[in-house]
Every structure is written in C-alpha cells, then in structure tokens.
C-alpha cells in the first residue's frame, strides 16, 4: 500500500487526473446505452470569455449534478458548447483591427473581416474551455458544439424557414430599440434601465391665432423635432374643444392636430396634454397606429440628428441637441418650467449607450403563439422552476410578451436567410438562392443583417443533438433534465428554450430549470472591476500575488480606485486553493434564492477541509496493513464478528448510513448548501475529530488476543469504509483529491478504475443503529460540554469530572467511560445519580444530564473574573455601536437589505454573547 505524500499538492494532482479522465473517455455518454438518461446542456459561454465566478458557479453545480447522476447509474451526458456571441465578438475584433492596424471592418469588407473573426475565434475563442477544464468539469468534450458550426447553422435555418412559412416571422417597420455605439437593433432584453437623475421641462404650444397655448411635459425635448400630435383625454373637460384643432410646433414652422386619446392620456397626470412623438416613443407609436398620424424619424444611424429637422440642428449629437432646444425655447418665451424628475434610462447592455427608440424595418419573431404552450407547460407541471417563486416571474413576462426583434445590424452572426430581387420580391430559403423564387431573376441579394445570438441559442437543447434530423442523440437526451443557468437570463434564454423547444420538438426542452444567484463580495456588494473586488477563479486556483493582481486590473483599464482596494484587500496576493476548495466553496454557500457571498477566508477553510481528508486518508493508509475489503464486507454482509464491532464501530457505519441519505436527499431536492454541510459535518467532525480518535487505542494494540485482533481488523474495515464511501460521497463536489485517495486505498476485487465511475453510496438500513447513535451522542454531548467549559474559563490541564444523570442515561454512560476520558484531558470521572451539585464546580446542561468540572484550584478565580468583565465592557460597546447603527433611520433607508439584516444579526450574536458572558461571571462569583 502506497503512503501518500505528507501535503496535499492541489496543482499535481488536479491536472494528473483531469488528464487521465480524459484518456480513459470517462466523460463520454453513449446513446445507444439502455441505461435512465440524464443530461444537461451547458449554457454556452461567449467565445470573447475569461472564465469568472459565474462560469465557475455554474460548473460547480452542473458537474456536482453530472458526476452524481453519473455515479448513480444513469446515463449522463453533459454537452459542452460556445456561443458566437454577435456583438460581444464583433467589437472586440474590431477594436483589435483598430488598435493593431488603424482599420474599420469596412476597409476589410464583410467577406474579409468575416475571415478575420474566425481567425480570432480559433485562436482565442476556446480559451474559456480550457478554463473551464481547470475547475473539473465533465463534459462529454467529442459532442462540443459551437453555435455557427455547420450543424448548427443547419439548424438555425431551417427553425427561420419553417417560422416564416407557419406566419410567426415577418418584416414591418416597426419602431425598435437601436443603438448608436453598436449600430444595431437591439431587443427590449438586451437593453438594461436603470433611475437616472433629469429634467422634466414644460413646453408651450400655441394656436396658430394666439387665443391659447397647451402645455406638454417632456424628458426629452428633442424630440419633439419629431412631433406629429399633441394628445388629450376626449373626457377632459379643459380640452375638449381643442380635440380637431391645430398646434404650432415650436422651433419648426409645422402644425399638428390635437387628438382625443383615453389610452395614452391620464386626466389627473401632468397638464393633461401629451406630446405624440410615433418614431421615437413606443406608446406614441401605438397611438399614431390608431390615429394614421405621419411617423418621422428625426436620427441617423450614429444617434446625430439628421435632414427631419431645421437645419440649425442636423448633425449634432442627442445631447447637443437638448440644450439647444431648450435654449432656443427659452429664448421664444415658450419654456414654461424646468423641474428635477427621475426617469428609468434605458442602456445598451454591451456599449452602455443611451438606447434610442427609432423606427426601422427589422425581422421579428411572433411570440404569442409560441408562448401559450410555454405557459401551459408550466403549468401543467411539465417544467417546473427552483427555487419555485421564479414561476410567478415566467409567468408575468410571458404572458406580457411582445414580438421579438431578431435582425440586428451585424457581420458576424447567422446571415438571415431571405434574398430579395430588383422588383421587392422574396426568397426565404433553406440554401444559398441564386435566382428570385417568384419571377425567376438572377440579380438577387442576401439580406445584410444577421439574426439575433440568442435566436441560435434558443435552439441549443435539441440543435445541439442533431435536430433538424431525428437522430439517435434527440431520441435519448431530449428533453434534457436540468437547465442550471443565472436568472439573469430566464427571459433573454430560458423562456425562448421554452418557445422553440415546444414549437420545434412538441415536448419540453428540459425538465427542470434551477436558476442559481449571484456571486458577490463577504460584504454583499456586486462585484466589478471598478470597485476592484472582482476574484477571478484560476487566481485562486493558482494563486496570486498582489503585484499580478494589480498588473491585471491595469491590463483592464481599472480606475485609481479599484487598484487602491486591490492594494487593501489583497495586501499578500491570493494563495493557491485548488479546484475542489473552491468548488466546495461555492457549492456549500449555494442556497436557494440567496446570492453567494465569496470571501477568501471561505475558500481557504475549505482548503484546510481537504487537507483535514488528506491527513485522515494518511492516518487510515498507516493503519491498514494487512486490511482484506473482500473479507470485511463479506463479514458485514453476512453478520458476521459482528460482536467484534466496538460502540464507535457501529455508530460511525450507522452515521455513514444517515449522511449517505441526507446527501442524496439534499441533491434530490437541489439544496447543494444542505449537501456539502452534511458530509462536512461527517468528514471533519464524525469521521476525522470522533471515530478516528476514538479507534487509536484499538488500532495501536499490538496484542495477539484473539479479541484484540478481531476488534482490530473490525477498526480498519470501518476506517477504511467510511473514507472510501466518504471520497464517494465527496466526489461530485471535489473530484481531484477524492479520485487521488480512493485510488491508494485497499479495494475489493472487480472494483472499476476510478471512482467517477463507481456507484454513488447508497444508505443501508442493516448497518443503521439507532441505540448506538443515540449512546455516542450522549458521549458526544458530555464531551462537548467539558470542553466548552475548559475554553470558558480558560482551563489548560487536566480537570475532575462529575456527571450527574438518571438512571436510564447511566446506563448508557456505564462502561464506556474511556470514550470519554480518551478524548479530552480529565483527571477523575465520576458517575452519580442526580442531586446537589459539587462544590468548586461549574455547570454545563446537556438534555437529562448534568456535567461538572472541578475548577476550584484549577484556575486564577480574581483574574478570571477581571478577564470576563473586561470582555463584559468590551462586548457592551461594541452592542452601542451596532444599535446606534440599526437604530439611525438614514442607515435603514440608505443600506442594501442584506446589510441591514446582517447589522441585525450582529445585535443579536452580541446579545447571545453578553448572557454567556455574565452567566459565567455569576458562576464564578458562587465558587
């Protein structure tokens, strides 16, 4: 038996055995196999990606699930992918040809810059895989997709063929969502609002004759370069007289009628006229449908105003333009009022532009049909969400939805398959058209546009598997089981899954839709490269030093501040973890529908967790000579030696047996945090601080009594069963240190070649024993009590203790008095029935029984008692701090929800403390 190296290494093992996995095809799932299914597509990361806490996050639980399925018999497969990512690639090609040779993609071309994007692609677009493999994941890598692939792009097609032949694609001049940096339209998902401090300025539009004027509100008084209406409520007695009249629309020289509109116009909002501007606002539109009024577009396609305006304002930038009109207004005496408002600003979700609502002619998708199915399915059951209050989200915006923008002013994405001739006719066709499908003319032309990324990515579950054709893959893996993505993307991903799915394949795309939360920083603030608290995961994999740190935020173009906060919270760099540390990490701290709080402090506990299931597999490898895991499971199959288990024997194999269950359940139930607490609490405290403590005397007896070596080998069997089922249950959460041990240990014959591939442990009701869990608790208890005693008063030697119990918990106590004193430091034991207690004594509670610890002598009673009030003092004013905090409206109504509830947490752990604290001052005072 090889006897591992006294430190785990995390970066020679991880790399050694992701290697081997690989060689071995452990990953790849076979269609053909009559095993239960369970797969799970990835959501395809961007080809422009670095790997980041998100990514890490979701191969964290996507590879916990995959390896635990995997373990237990089904059939999984895990399909890897990239999405091309239209705008996201495009700008950064762009940027490159920009900065390297002072080019525009024009001066390429489309067909050359084309090229050159797919150059980048291949050099640099798969980085993110590679990043992805450094945390674990196992992904059926011979099935890897890529959304322009020729399969795809196969696939893509023909979904834009058959939704224009059924009616659900069409062509409109539509008003849409463009935007100026990018030069594209944009959907209402991809654009992100936010409250933004402006003006609110009341304009004046007179009668031409000069008997009255009415006043609109506006936050955007271009626009109104663009006016083909002034609307009032027809109920409005104050206007009603005006509805068929003319305006003057100042600045222009044009009039425009006064409509009646109850739709658009609150009698009790503003003046109660409103400015009607159909080519830039999308319920002005609505209202210029129902009233014929003229639609004029007042922007070129760079957001600069163009030849619909006077002439004074042509070509200058939105922004330019305000202030001139306003200024000009002013100027007429027809600015009446300028006042603060607050308004949601929408926001390009790549270039951070201002997003301008313009009337274009766009392809777009029609969603109410695809939607109902997508709503039934939901409620019918057939998908259901978790953590569940997600449904009620779906189910708002699904039954809201509007038509779906799909062209976008792109090079790089998925050409839209439509040619048109010089006579207006359209070809929509599967292949490349070489002639109008109408009049037959040769001079045809593709459409310029591109479709939008997340067209292709609805396709993902079931284009990936070889749809449009009906191929073995589709027929096993689809409907996937789990779509694990962020809610983040529920509507820009998930719903359209849902929509296509449904259409295209008649059945759900998945199952389950987990929808996991965000990471953010240990004090709850999202991360960003601006506040400088953004943790790249390979940094902690690998390490860091500050000095790389702050090289690379620099690279980023971070600001003063952000390199500052580096410098304070990063002062020694990030020291090397491992994957496994912080996959459990994020795994353990993934509770439903509560983002995730990383600290550094978290992972490197979790880092010391592996080096704790090091050491056990160190100890165990030691004390296992001449072990026969053939011999010892044949022996607890068939009962027998049974009398050779000692109580620690049974109740670490009956605690085996629960933590297998309780794990199981947890994974059932997707509660990850639930699952990696239980088998933490097994490892560090059943496993490694109880049983192996507890088996020392019986593995170190070198006697030759029969019952000694019977007692003996029964130890080893049980050590070695429960840190090889331990390993299995790990495995999932941390792959690399789990498969690096369960190789070295001793294992029974016809066992398989690496752990990923053995069964995942399954409880067995013969080998639960309540009695002795019910009696090692009880010695646990006591135990705890001692100890929690001698930190209290700061005891170092051994002390006496008396228990005092009835006569039940005696009996349960009787015999197994060594369990006690082997595991901490007492002098004498005493075991009495219940009465007065002993003098010099301190006290400790733990159900029917009560635990004394002789102090008198043992301790400085004077100094103990000057050290407890001084804790006293200085717990009283930390309490004054945080209740002045709480207790300040500002904070309440400035701080974020989750520092206010942790403020109020911290008030009540102080409180907890301060009883604690006096107790055991009045304890002291009694002696």
Known sequence: MNELPKAYDPAQVEQRWYRFWLEQRYFHADAQIPKAPFSIAIPPPNVTGSLHLGHALFVTIQDLLIRWRRMGAYNAMWMPGTDHAGIATQMVVERNLKALEGKSRHDLGREKFIERVWEW?????????????????????????????????????????????????????????????????????????????????????????GSGQL?????????????????????????????????????????????????????????????????????????????????????????????????????????????????????????????PHQLSLGRC????????????????????????????????????????????TYMHWMTNIRDWCISRQLWWGHRIPVWYCGDGHITVSREDVTACGTCGSTAVQQDQDVLDTWFS??????????????????????????????????????????????????????????????????????????????????????GATKEQLLAKAREQLSPPSALANIEKSFPDGIPAAGADALRFTLASLAAQGRNIRLSLQRVEGYRHFANKLWNAARFAMMNLQGF?????????????????LTLADRWILSRLQRTSAEVDDAL??????????????????????GYMELVKPILYDDSNEVMAQKRKRAAQGCLAMSLETSCRLLHPFMP?????????????????????????????????????????????????????????????????????????????????????????KIGELKMMPEGTPPPGTVMNVVGDVQVYVHIAGSIDVPAEQQRIEKDIKKAEKERAGVFGRLNNPSFKDRAPADVVEKTERDLAGLDERLVKLADSLQRLKTL
């Open 668 to 689: 059932e139930a997707f509660r990850f945090n639930d699952a990696a607490q239980a088998i933490y609490h097994f490892v560090w405290d059943e496993f490694c601080s």
């Open 736 to 824: 690399f240190i789990t498969e690096e041990i369960w190789q070295q240990l001793p294992k029974a014959t016809g066992t398989p070649g690496s752990i990923m591939i053995t069964m995942y442990p399954v409880s067995d009701s013969s080998l639960l024993d309540e009695a002795a869990e019910a009696q090692m608790g009880l010695i646990q208890d006591v135990t705890g009590a001692v100890r929690n005693l001698r930190a209290e008063y700061n005891i170092t030697g051994k002390v006496d203790v008396t228990v005092q119990a009835n006569e039940a918990a005696r009996a349960m106590l009787s015999g197994y008095e060594s369990l006690i004193t082997s595991q901490i």
């Open 628 to 644: 026969d895991a053939d011999r010892f499971g044949d022996a607890l199959r068939e009962g027998v030696d049974t009398a050779a």
């Open 457 to 542: 990515s609805s396709l993902w579950p079931f284009s990936t598997l070889g749809w449009p054709e009906m191929t073995r893959e589709l027929k096993t893996f689809y409907p996937t089981s789990v779509m694990e993505t962020g809610y983040d993307i529920l509507f820009f991903w998930v719903a359209r899954m849902m929509m296509m799915g449904l259409h295209f394949m008649k059945k759900v795309p998945f199952r389950t839709v987990y929808l996991h939360a965000i990471v953010v920083d240990e004090h709850g603030d999202k991360m960003s490269k601006v506040k400088g608290n953004v943790i790249d995961p390979l940094d902690v994999v690998y």
């Open 349 to 392: 979700s790549r270039s951070d532009d201002v997003v301008e609502p313009m009337l274009s002619l766009q392809w777009f998708v029609k969603t109410e049909p695809l939607a109902k199915p997508a709503i039934d399915a939901v409620n019918e059951g057939k998908t259901k969400f978790i953590p569940e209050s997600w449904t009620k």
């Open 215 to 339: 006043v609109v509100a506006t936050t955007r008084p271009e626009t109104m370069l663009g006016d083909t209406a002034v609307a009032v409520h027809p109920d409005d007695p104050r206007f009603s007289q005006w509805i068929g009249k003319e305006v003057e629309l100042p600045l222009t020289g044009r009039k425009i009628p006064v409509i009646g509109d109850a739709q658009l116009v609150d009698i009790e909002f503003g003046t109660g006229a409103v400015k009607v501007t159909p080519g830039h606002d999308f319920n002005d539109f609505e209202v210029g449908q129902r009233h014929k009024l003229e639609t004029i577009n007042i922007l070129n396609l760079d957001g600069t105003l163009n030849d619909n305006v006077p002439l004074k304002y042509r070509g200058m930038p939105v922004a330019k333009a305000r202030k001139e009109v306003v200024a000009d207004l002013e100027a007429g005496g027809l600015l009446v009022k300028t006042e």
């Open 121 to 209: 692609k291949e050099k640099n677009g798969n980085r993110i895989i590679e990043q992805l493999k450094v945390m674990g994941a196992s992904c059926d890598w011979d099935r890897e997709r890529f959304t322009m692939d020729e399969g795809l792009s196969k696939a893509v097609r023909e979904a834009f063929v058959r939704l224009y032949e059924e009616g659900l694609i069409y062509r409109a001049q539509r008003l849409i969502n463009w935007c100026p940096t990018c030069r594209t339209a944009l959907s209402d998902l991809e654009v992100e609002h936010s409250d933004t401090q402006g003006s609110l300025w009341h304009i004046a539009y007179p009668l031409p004759d």
